[in-house]
């Protein structure tokens, strides 16, 4: 089963104070979805090219992935929207990777995970920027997108940017949203659906790793 879900990231000032982060590192498979992300944002006509290929196998609402059989809520109509938006998509900046924002994503991987829960709320009801500001310095302003059941660096991007079944994109509207000045990333098992990436942006920029 593959679901998604997105934390709506709220309106701040054009401004707001950086993040001071203690370092750290990044798992690979956690940097693996940074880069695929970054390579959307940086590159959005190319990566339409990306999901025109992973769902040339597409008919009706099943399509082959990793000798899988995927169902889509939709089907063919979100692949196409999904290409003419990334072909109407402004090149952005990549987002910087923190280290200290992978161990907030982390967090709720390791929480969530063995529980097989769903969603956004972490431990105690928290959200991504309480999660976020317990690695950090200052006061975080960050959404957040998940992802559940595709393993895979460009499967959980790619899911992402179709939005599959999610009425107004959201998933895709964080990744594309031009505010966002850091990311954080992580990926884990999930009781129910078997793996779950989880990423952080957030409005702040972050120092120190």
């Given at each position: 089963?593959?679901?998604?879900?997105?934390?709506?990231?709220?309106?701040?000032?054009?401004?707001?104070?950086?993040?001071?982060?203690?370092g750290g590192s990044v798992p690979a498979s956690a940097r693996a979805v940074a880069d695929e992300l970054n390579l959307a944002r940086t590159n959005p006509k190319a990566y339409a090219r990306v999901i025109e290929a992973e769902f040339a196998t597409l008919r009706g609402k099943r399509y082959k992935r990793n000798g899988a059989t995927m169902v889509m809520k939709e089907g063919r109509s979100a692949v196409k929207e999904a290409v003419r938006a990334l072909?109407?998509?402004?090149?952005?900046?990549?987002?910087?990777?923190?280290?200290?924002?992978?161990?907030?994503?982390?967090?709720?991987?390791?929480?969530?995970?063995?529980?097989g829960e769903f969603g956004h709320s972490g431990a105690g009801g928290s959200g991504p920027g309480a999660r976020v500001e317990q690695q950090v310095r200052?006061?975080?302003y960050c959404g957040e997108n998940i992802?559940?059941?595709?393993?895979?660096?460009?499967s959980v991007v790619v899911q992402l940017i179709v939005d599959d079944g999610v009425?107004?994109?959201?998933?895709?509207?964080n990744i594309f949203y031009p505010r966002f000045r850091s990311l954080g990333t992580?990926?884990?098992?999930?009781?129910?659906?078997r793996t779950m990436a989880v990423q952080v942006f957030c409005f702040n920029p972050v120092t120190g790793g």
């Open positions: 089963m593959v679901g998604a879900l997105i934390f709506n990231a709220f309106p701040v000032s054009a401004q707001v104070a950086a993040l001071v982060c203690k072909n109407r998509q402004t090149p952005l900046p990549a987002l910087p990777l923190s280290a200290c924002l992978s161990a907030a994503a982390a967090g709720h991987v390791a929480y969530q995970g063995p529980r200052g006061t975080a992802s559940y059941g595709v393993g895979d660096a460009r009425k107004g994109r959201g998933h895709r509207k992580a990926t884990g098992p999930h009781a129910k659906f």
